[in-house]
């Protein structure tokens, strides 16, 4: 695929590629500190004793590929601590990683994550409404893979798009167990002989979840076992640059047909609903600094029982009671705790306005 790159300095990305090779090779020769975001799906180490087949003797298409096979438990180890502290180094420092895995490896890599440095903020199982039954009836159905989203360090200021997550589940905040089908019909991909093109293949829409919830638009992604390339579609989808890294000659042809019929959604498609923490913090002075409340004026309570009146250094006071508007309207209100901004409004042309509208108006000004 033609590389499209982002230069600071020396440092260029190869962004939009999909890189042949080993991925810790790949990305050590990547420059430092330059990925918002890594989705990784690495060998599960299935650790398979030979074939699988249902109750009619049919053979089923699982997981024997020679990538996914390794001598023993400290080999995986060890090839998972490599990827991980390659993969950390790329990231910037608000940058997060997302690694999915079955409980043949994910507790193996959550460990490695934490003694590689990073820091954990959630799992999150993707429960999968339509999983392959249990064909031996030895053990339950595995219906759920899990997912390790993490921060490079603790304390880091990651992306984190919570009402945009929110928007998605119909208003209600986005739990960590997410129920979403198997690739399966059109979106799984097929070779030349009708096969499965890759026995792993993430859907679409796990993908999609992941990137509207941690990333922006115009970041960049990575996928250092990019397979059939789920995670440089949707990105490109999604107006999110991505660099994927895949050995596999077959597997990198697939994913490149596949990201060459991808259209981008338009500019206005791809805005999401901005999370509350990130918006710009004013301060309640900064209106009477601007002279959208005046020093003396009169606000009154959402529900027109209370009022207090304006002073000049932005607190208020009202019935012996002085502050902050929180702390005022939780003191008049007999609350722990009040959201003055919703609490508080003012008059204007006869009309009663929360003097949220004005915080609104001042951001508008510092982002337009």
């Known amino acids: 695929m033609t590389a499209m790159t982002k230069t600071k300095g020396a440092d260029a990305l190869p962004l939009n590629t999909i890189l042949d090779g080993d991925c810790i090779e790949v990305m050590n020769s990547l420059p430092e500190n330059s990925v918002d975001l890594i989705?990784?799906?690495?060998?599960?180490?299935?650790?398979?004793?030979?074939?699988?087949?249902?109750?009619?003797?049919?053979?089923?298409?699982?997981?024997?590929?020679?990538?996914?096979?390794?001598?023993?438990?400290?080999?995986?180890?060890?090839?998972?601590?490599?990827?991980?502290?390659?993969?950390?180094?790329?990231?910037k420092p608000g940058g997060a990683i997302w690694v999915i895995g079955s409980y043949h490896n994910i507790f193996r890599v959550g460990a490695a994550m934490q003694n590689a440095g990073y820091w954990i903020l959630n799992d999150v199982v993707?429960?999968?409404?339509?999983?392959?039954?249990?064909?031996?009836?030895?053990?339950?159905?595995?219906?759920?893979?899990t997912m390790i989203w993490a921060s490079k360090s603790e304390g880091a200021k990651y992306t984190f798009n919570y009402e945009a997550?929110?928007?998605?589940?119909?208003?209600?905040?986005?739990?960590?167990?997410?129920?979403?089908?198997?690739?399966?019909?059109?979106?799984r991909l097929k070779d030349d002989e009708g096969n499965k093109a890759h026995p792993t293949q993430k859907p679409e829409g796990l993908l999609h979840r992941v990137l509207v919830g941690s990333t922006n638009a115009g970041d960049v992604v990575l996928d250092p076992f990019f397979g059939t390339g789920t995670t440089g579609a949707v990105a490109k989808m999604l107006g999110r640059d991505f660099i994927g890294i895949e050995r596999e000659a077959a597997y990198r042809t697939a994913a490149e047909k596949r990201i060459a019929a991808v259209r981008r959604y338009d500019r206005e498609a791809l805005q999401v609903s901005a999370s509350k923490r990130s918006e710009p913090r004013i301060p309640f002075g900064q209106l009477i600094e601007r002279g959208l409340l005046r020093p003396g004026e009169v606000l009154t309570s959402v529900n027109g029982k209370a009022a207090a009146k304006v002073r000049a250094d932005g607190t208020l006071v009202a019935d012996g009671v002085n502050g902050s508007i929180h702390q005022v309207g939780a003191a008049l209100e007999g609350a722990p705790s009040c959201n003055g901004w919703t609490y508080w409004c003012f008059k204007r042309d006869g009309k009663t306005v929360p003097i949220d509208l004005l915080r609104q108006q001042i951001r508008a000004e510092k982002t337009a």
């Open 126 to 145: 993707w429960r999968k409404s339509n999983p392959m039954p249990n064909f031996r009836g030895k053990r339950f159905t595995n219906a759920h893979e």
């Open 39 to 91: 989705f990784a799906d690495p060998p599960y180490n299935l650790q398979l004793k030979g074939d699988l087949h249902r109750p009619d003797n049919s053979r089923v298409d699982a997981v024997d590929d020679a990538w996914d096979q390794f001598a023993s438990f400290e080999a995986y180890d060890r090839f998972t601590q490599g990827w991980l502290t390659a993969a950390r180094r790329l990231l």
């Open 165 to 187: 997550l929110k928007s998605l589940n119909e208003g209600i905040q986005m739990r960590s167990d997410w129920v979403l089908p198997i690739c399966s019909g059109h979106e």
